[in-house]
């Protein structure tokens, strides 16, 4: 994802529930993380840990690919239609658009895609981590 990508996904999301600036601070510093890696384990961990303290609220958020829970310890990157952008293309070769099944759903970002960008008329989503389920479910409730 490219440093415009980012700042785009900044503009063109909404916040549903929580506070704008909250969630800019919680990008700012998960942009961090992502940049410290090159810099090594102790201030990747380090920077972890302060986002973990600080993000304490979930936020409710909608963007061109829907709407979605972020918790504490979430990957924002997650929620940001470019995520893995260079998969999306992949979801045009099923061309019936019929059944979706998304296995290791995780927050059902691809679920989310498949239904309202690629018109996949129903979805099945596997989620084995029963927290990470909650979320996904919690994320599919707000979207009907």
């Not at 700042?7 to 510093?29: M, N």
């Not at 302060?50 to 504490?72: D, Y």
């Not at 893995?84 to 296995?103: A, N, P, Q, S, T």
């Not at 309202?116 to 981590?129: D, G, S």
């Amino acid at each position: 994802m490219s440093t415009k990508s980012k700042f785009k996904f900044l503009k063109e999301t909404e916040v549903i529930k929580g506070s704008r600036l909250y969630f800019i601070i919680i990008a700012v510093i998960y942009k961090i993380t992502v940049k410290s890696k090159h810099l090594g384990c102790n201030i990747q961990v380090k920077l972890k840990n302060i986002t973990s303290k600080i993000f304490k609220r979930e936020l409710i958020i909608r963007n061109k690919i829907g709407i979605f829970l972020i918790k504490a310890n979430d990957s924002l990157s997650k929620s940001s239609p470019y995520f893995e952008e260079y998969l999306h293309e992949w979801l045009d070769r099923d061309k019936r658009k019929g059944v979706f099944i998304d296995i290791g759903a995780n927050i059902g970002f691809y679920s989310i895609f498949a239904l309202n960008k690629k018109e996949f008329k129903k979805v099945i989503a596997f989620e084995a981590n029963p927290d990470t389920y909650m979320v996904l479910k919690k994320i599919l409730n707000l979207m009907s």
